[in-house]
């Protein structure tokens, strides 16, 4: 992205980003979230969407959605900073921390009683118990790096990404970040018909 140089974390705002980590996988331990799966295996790939094993390893299908937040980020900071020129347009070296402490509560907010039964009650993860601490640090993680990407790329190529990764997350689960967020703020029936059927 033009000018995504500006927003490149300097050592104080990794510094400060790891320890936004650790603060978020503290705050899950305290929430009593299991460490890893409870089958006893940290997998770096899990691809079956409907198991008990889905959000629990490094990767799953739903690692895109926590890439393309980065991608999103990005994008947001970059218009803050750069574009709207908030602070005076000064370079951000910060962006990545707070886009850390962003993700960071939505993985806290993710795995609260309320949120874990409203994935149950109105999208396809019907048995969806929350994630373990290892996929959410992993998810933190997959934020990263679409940030850090999304710095160094074109903008039109972030969009371009972005698109990809939602249609083919779409095309293998009949699910993605825009389903996702869609079917927990307004659910659909036909959409939920649509997603069983799978």
Same mark, same amino acid.
């Given at each position: 992205?033009?000018?995504?140089?500006? !927003?490149?974390?300097?050592?104080?705002?990794?510094?400060?980003?790891? &320890?936004?980590? *650790?603060?978020? &996988?503290?705050?899950?331990?305290?929430?009593?979230?299991?460490?890893?799966?409870?089958? $006893?295996?940290?997998?770096?790939?899990? =691809?079956? &969407?409907?198991?008990?094993? +889905?959000?629990?390893?490094?990767?799953?299908? @739903?690692?895109?959605?926590?890439?393309?937040? $980065?991608?999103?980020?990005? =994008?947001?900071?970059?218009? !803050?900073?750069?574009?709207? =020129?908030?602070?005076?347009?000064?370079?951000?070296?910060?962006?990545?921390?707070?886009?850390?402490?962003?993700?960071?509560?939505?993985?806290?907010?993710? +795995?609260?009683?309320?949120?874990? +039964?409203? @994935?149950?009650?109105?999208? *396809?993860?019907?048995? @969806?118990?929350?994630?373990? *601490?290892? %996929?959410?640090?992993?998810? *933190?993680?997959?934020?990263?790096?679409?940030?850090?990407?999304?710095?160094?790329?074109?903008?039109?190529?972030? &969009?371009?990404?972005?698109?990809?990764?939602?249609?083919?997350?779409?095309?293998?689960?009949?699910? %993605?970040?825009?389903? %996702?967020?869609?079917?927990?703020? @307004?659910?659909?029936?036909?959409?939920?018909?649509?997603?069983?059927?799978?």
């Amino acid at each position: 992205m033009k000018d995504g140089s500006s !927003l490149w974390p300097h050592g104080w705002a990794w510094a400060a980003s790891l &320890v936004l980590v *650790i603060a978020a &996988v503290a705050i899950l331990f305290a929430m009593d979230r299991p460490p890893m799966c409870e089958c $006893g295996t940290i997998k770096l790939w899990h =691809g079956v &969407v409907e198991s008990s094993e +889905n959000s629990q390893h490094i990767t799953d299908w @739903y690692a895109p959605s926590h890439f393309t937040h $980065g991608l999103i980020m990005a =994008g947001v900071a970059w218009l !803050l900073w750069r574009k709207w =020129g908030l602070f005076g347009g000064k370079p951000s070296r910060w962006a990545l921390p707070i886009a850390v402490v962003v993700e960071s509560a939505w993985e806290i907010a993710e +795995n609260t009683p309320m949120v874990i +039964n409203r @994935y149950r009650e109105v999208t *396809i993860s019907w048995g @969806y118990s929350g994630d373990s *601490i290892v %996929n959410s640090a992993a998810d *933190i993680g997959w934020m990263t790096l679409g940030f850090l990407l999304a710095l160094r790329l074109p903008a039109w190529a972030s &969009v371009a990404l972005a698109l990809f990764l939602e249609l083919l997350a779409l095309a293998v689960i009949r699910d %993605n970040l825009t389903l %996702n967020v869609l079917m927990l703020l @307004y659910p659909i029936d036909a959409v939920a018909a649509w997603q069983a059927a799978g």
